[in-house]
């Protein structure tokens, strides 16, 4: 699958993304640090244990700030100068027909927020149309880059998102006055006023948070999520750095599943030299809990399969006889062909010995969705014997080692739901705590210390999660979180219908594989706190980063 690159039209004076830097030593040398910073990270983060743990946590959060500030300094000292000209004579145009549209043309938000509050009433889309010049109409769609101190950012419509989640956790630690805090967490000013009252202490002041060290140490944590993001989607700009990321995502998810498979089936049972108390019954790489490994492996499978996709669909077969075709078939792109499958097949059997079914039927939907994806745009279509095979080899390879403990497993869920403690009972009691702290939440990383006070059962077991990601979201966050995680959805699927209309290529393939694993990771979250997970939520961040970007170059006409 070969795709031309876009290029400028002769005679116009364009700004494209792909240009910013010079091509000289410094520049090349700072793109192949960053890079392998990237991959460092993305083959590192995961071994730890999925580094859950606080030294580990810090130690990511200082990669990551690292890797931001030799972007940033890049982006600062190195950007080309008639590149940078161009993009400030671009954003003045775009900003002076920008002004001649009318408000919702200019603001597209704002009529998408006045048409859910009206049931789609008002605005009407486009009703001034005939009034404004076609040629200014064409500018109203979001701009591809937005500037940050006079230098380019790609605008995905994420980075927005982003700013206002970490500005909403950075109001949950302000201290604000009686009369707001009344206002936005009635219920949290109380509590604060009780434990006041029993200190013998006053105070005219309280932040949102119930624990405002934790919700720090979270803000800490998200900031290093989005910095991730931002730093991978401002540097993929070609198919090779695309390449290079995604491949060292895939080649941790290949050492996890290898690494899991050999302690499972070695009976050792080990993570790195400590054994393993729990999940000992299945493969987990080196994670301590298997839905955890699931849910990353979730990740990588349809990236695996986009590029087994494209692999495939290189493979030239030629010659009469099966000895010839055989040949013809391993020469070359075939060989890859065939080592990609073999990964796959690996990355498959990892995630169905997992033994987690939430994993297991999530990752089969994100794969699914793939191939219906992939089949509605691609005129050619993948020959059915390299799936089946693919499939049957899987398969006869699972039943060979055992899938009994999957089957039992699948077989207790009635019963399990049945249950006094089960999860839905943990999720209404989440819920109560989201209607008693409905605006802002009772502050991020406070559910262990909130839950307690709300739980419906008796256990001895403490809760550090409500497995249920965006429940536990919105009783940490309130209503502005469900607007943020709406916002969030919402700009991911407008991605998608703009990757529906371009042309099909490698840079759609991907694209495809992208949302089928950030679709696998959103239906997991439903069920599970794999997002509370810094290796799994590290994974999220680079492959939103690389749905959102754009290898083929974008430019801006003057």
Not at 414 to 434: A, G, M, Q, Y
Request: with cysteine; proline share 4%; glycine share 6%.
């Amino acid at each position: 699958m070969k795709e031309n690159q876009d290029q400028p039209r002769k005679g116009n004076a364009l700004f494209s993304f792909r240009n910013l830097y010079p091509e000289n030593t410094l520049a090349r040398m700072s793109e192949k640090a960053l890079l392998a910073l990237l991959a460092i990270l993305i083959l590192t983060v995961p071994l730890p244990f999925g580094s859950v743990s606080p030294f580990w946590l810090l130690s990511l959060e200082a990669g990551s700030a690292l890797v931001f500030l030799i972007w940033f300094m890049r982006l600062m000292f190195l950007s080309d100068k008639k590149q940078l000209e161009l993009f400030y004579k671009a954003q003045k145009t775009q900003g002076e027909n920008a002004r001649k549209l009318p408000l919702f043309s200019r603001r597209p938000y704002l009529a998408e927020v006045f048409r859910v509050l009206t049931l789609g009433r008002w605005p009407r889309k486009n009703p001034a149309e005939n009034i404004v010049e076609e040629s200014l109409l064409n500018h109203s769609n979001q701009t591809d880059y937005f500037s940050l101190f006079r230098y380019p950012l790609r605008n995905s419509g994420l980075e927005k998102i982003g700013l206002a989640f970490l500005a909403l956790v950075s109001l949950q630690l302000i201290p604000l006055p009686r009369p707001i805090m009344m206002f936005l967490s009635p219920a949290g000013a109380k509590y604060y006023e009780t434990a006041a009252g029993l200190a013998g202490v006053q105070r005219s002041a309280f932040p949102i948070s119930l624990n405002p060290y934790d919700t720090f140490s979270k803000l800490l944590e998200y900031c290093c999520y989005f910095m991730i993001y931002l730093v991978v989607v401002n540097t993929v700009a070609r198919r090779s750095h695309r390449r290079f990321i995604l491949i060292s995502l895939l080649i941790s998810a290949t050492f996890q599943a290898s690494y899991g498979f050999y302690e499972f089936l070695s009976g050792h049972q080990h993570i790195f030299g400590f054994k393993k108390k729990i999940d000992t019954d299945c493969v987990t790489g080196s994670f301590i809990n298997h839905n955890h490994f699931a849910a990353y492996l979730e990740l990588s499978i349809p990236i695996m399969i986009g590029f087994w996709t494209i692999g495939i669909k290189a493979v030239r077969i030629s010659g009469n006889s099966i000895s010839a075709r055989i040949s013809s078939a391993l020469e070359d792109q075939g060989a890859k062909a065939l080592l990609k499958t073999l990964l796959l097949i690996l990355l498959g059997m990892g995630l169905l010995f997992s033994i987690s079914r939430s994993g297991i039927l999530f990752g089969f939907i994100s794969c699914t969705t793939f191939f219906v994806l992939y089949l509605r745009r691609s005129r050619s279509k993948i020959p059915a014997f390299y799936w089946i095979s693919s499939l049957g080899v899987m398969i006869v390879l699972a039943a060979w080692i055992g899938l009994r403990p999957l089957i039992q497993d699948f077989m207790n869920v009635p019963e399990e739901l049945t249950e006094e403690i089960s999860r839905p009972v943990v999720w209404k009691d989440t819920f109560i705590i989201f209607l008693k702290f409905t605006l802002t939440g009772s502050g991020f990383g406070t559910f262990k210390e909130v839950f307690p006070a709300f739980r419906s059962f008796s256990t001895n077991t403490v809760y550090s999660q409500a497995h249920n990601d965006y429940l536990q979201l919105l009783a940490e966050g309130g209503i502005f979180m469900l607007i943020l995680i709406l916002a969030g959805g919402l700009t991911i699927l407008k991605r998608l219908r703009r990757v529906l209309s371009e042309r099909m290529g490698e840079t759609a393939v991907i694209h495809f594989a992208c949302f089928s694993s950030l679709l696998a990771i959103a239906l997991h979250s439903i069920s599970d706190f794999s997002l509370q997970i810094p290796a799994i939520a590290v994974s999220t961040a680079v492959v939103a980063a690389i749905y959102f970007s754009n290898a083929r170059g974008e430019y801006y006409a003057l």
